[in-house]
């Protein structure tokens, strides 16, 4: 995968900036990738994790910017894309001097990138690169962040749950309908609690014997499964993955009875044919970059001083958004992840547009 994208390219314009960031002293290893400020400074978090290579390190910051611009842009944010991969293992080379040497270069991008947390950081290591930096999300609240993502991820992927079921049934609500929960970490957890308020059957299944424990525990009407292949080929409605990514793929897809996907977990189709299968077994799967939005809009809510009402509000679009593109996709005859990306790149195209309008 390379950075530069031909002049005569006609599709997206491709990344604006990739950052190489090294300091040898620390260990750090690190590359930013802005691939969209049409909206505003590029909001994405870091990813810390072992990469076989620079090649794969490379790789990923470059896909996963691009899918926060489209993310960002649905969540109806100011905000444009961008992500950080720090190349290394976190258990071994963590260290303060290392996170505080990654804020001085977010730093020196001057706002044009602000981070958060990704898989191998966490709250506290958000703290630690404010030191230097400014441009930081997913602190800790004692230091002004919205702490905890998975509350408004939880809400917005219920929200875009009803939004789908609204499209199947005719009606969002989920009462009576059985929904199958992949995965009770943090967000399934909260995501569980409101199908119960909703009045819908949860059946849930998780590795975890603590995430099953909590279940028994807070929720004994919820049905328990030995795993992901017995959850999907349960006889369920919703089908919500919220463990791991690649959740659609060969093998789940055709044994999966629920007419509808929405869950939590990330980049779900395993590959891109996984779509057709989707639509040709008439499941509709609501693109997981739109319902899971909910946590970057919270983390985005601290830009502006954290403030839970006004996130929880702007993360309860998602059900209008989800709306919008399973509309979209009927009327233009194509599947929800097109319709939403049309519409990421009509967003960012009308509205970025803007800035050349001088302002004196
Ligand atoms: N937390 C957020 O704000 C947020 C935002 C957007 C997307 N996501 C995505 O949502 C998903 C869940 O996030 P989380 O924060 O709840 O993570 P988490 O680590 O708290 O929970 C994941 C759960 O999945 C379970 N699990 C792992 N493999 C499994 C398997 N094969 N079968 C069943 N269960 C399995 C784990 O035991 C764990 O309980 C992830 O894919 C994450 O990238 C999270």
């Not at 960002?72 to 894309?81: E, F, I, P, T």
């Not at 590959?271 to 509709?284: M, T, V």
């Not at 929800?336 to 302002?359: K, T, Y």
Request: with cysteine; charged share 20%.
């Amino acid at each position: 995968m390379g950075v530069f994208v031909s002049t005569d390219d006609p599709g997206p314009a491709g990344h604006e900036q990739v950052v190489f960031c090294q300091d040898r002293q620390s260990g750090l290893k690190a590359i930013i990738g802005i691939y969209s400020t049409a909206l505003g400074p590029a909001l994405g978090g870091t990813r810390f994790y072992p990469y076989a290579s620079e090649e794969a390190a490379l790789a990923d910051v470059l896909d996963l910017s691009r899918g926060m611009a489209y993310k960002n842009a649905l969540a109806g944010l100011d905000l444009g894309g961008g992500k950080a991969v720090i190349w290394g293992d976190p258990d071994q080379v963590k260290s303060e001097a290392l996170l505080r040497a990654y804020g001085r270069f977010v730093q020196s991008l001057g706002g044009r990138y602000y981070t958060a947390c990704d898989v191998g950081t966490y709250v506290a290591d958000m703290d630690v690169v404010a030191r230097e930096t400014r441009y930081v999300t997913g602190r800790s609240v004692e230091h002004g962040g919205a702490g905890d993502s998975s509350v408004l991820t939880a809400w917005g992927v219920f929200q875009g749950m009803r939004a789908a079921a609204e499209h199947v049934w005719g009606s969002p609500s989920l009462r009576g309908r059985r929904v199958g929960v992949a995965g009770l970490g943090k967000v399934g957890r909260h995501l569980t609690g409101h199908l119960v308020d909703d009045g819908a059957e949860v059946v849930a299944t998780d590795v975890d014997p603590r995430a099953l424990e909590w279940a028994r525990t807070n929720h004994p009407g919820v049905t328990l499964v030995a795993d992901t292949a017995a959850l999907v080929a349960a006889d369920i409605d919703v089908y919500a993955p919220c463990a791991l990514g690649g959740a659609l793929n060969d093998e789940t897809v055709p044994a999966l009875r629920a007419r509808v996907v929405a869950g939590a977990a990330n980049n779900q189709l395993a590959h891109p044919g996984i779509e057709k299968l989707l639509a040709d077994r008439g499941i509709l799967y609501a693109p997981d970059y739109v319902v899971n939005a909910g946590g970057v809009i919270q983390v985005a809510d601290e830009i502006e001083g954290f403030n839970f009402d006004r996130a929880k509000l702007r993360a309860t679009r998602i059900f209008d958004t989800t709306r919008q593109i399973l509309r979209l996709a009927d009327d233009e005859g194509v599947p929800p992840a097109v319709a939403a990306d049309r519409l990421a790149e009509r967003r960012m195209a009308d509205v970025g547009r803007l800035r050349a309008i001088h302002l004196g």
